[in-house]
């Protein structure tokens, strides 16, 4: 076949599709996009509205890693809006942070999260990607928890952003695990203050008394492993080995 006019678009005919057998193409094309017209989907094609609602989240990493505090903003979509498909994903994100030294790789990683989102589909995946990055200069302890890295740190600034808009599950321990770990933080905060009485004053650099003698958490990498009735369990998510 001669294409004589300039090709403005296209649509792939589906073998499963009943009118397939039919000769003029722009008719499948029209037929199939009806189909599915109601639902919105997550699609790269997707305009950007001229508001977009968003959250900013700080990031302060101790000094020796980065003296500035880094600002990442995180731009939702709502698709569907007022249907029972209602649905709100992220769009794009966005990293302020004075310090340049970050700058190259700051841009990079954005640009490029920002195209997954964009995409469509699952983008929770860029969570455990972002988490698993080390730094080989070492990681930082950031309020009793172990990052990695920084990106790591933006990985968990993601996960927590999917959680309040519903993509991800909270990692939380059941309600009689709770109870259990608020037992025995309590123990723990009692012994600790009688401690440090008697002491007058400690090495630490931890915020709770169980840290100190606590290993990590390979769930949540929060230094809140603690033997509970003869099982390592985490204080901080409730994750539990015995044995
Ligand atoms: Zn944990």
Known sequence: ????????????????????????GSDIASKTEGTKADVIQMHEKLERPNKLIGSTYKLKTPDHVSEHAMYITINDIVLNEG??????????????SKNLEHYQWIVALTLIMSAVFRKGGDITFLVDELRSVFDPRGGYWNKGKYMPSIIAEIGEVIESHLIDIGMLKALAPSDEQAKLIEEKKAEYRAKGAADAAA???????????????????????????????????CMNCGDSKCG
């Open 1 to 24: 076949m001669k294409i004589s006019k300039k090709i403005v678009g296209y649509a792939v005919a589906k073998p499963a599709d009943a009118n397939s057998q039919d000769k003029n």
């Open 83 to 96: 249907t029972e498909n209602e649905l709100r994903r992220p769009f794009e994100v966005f990293i302020n």
């Open 199 to 233: 002491q007058s004053a400690t090495t630490s650099d931890t915020d709770e008394p169980w840290m100190a003698t606590a290993s990590l958490c390979s769930k949540c990498s929060s230094k809140s492993v603690v033997l509970m009735d003869g099982c390592q369990t």
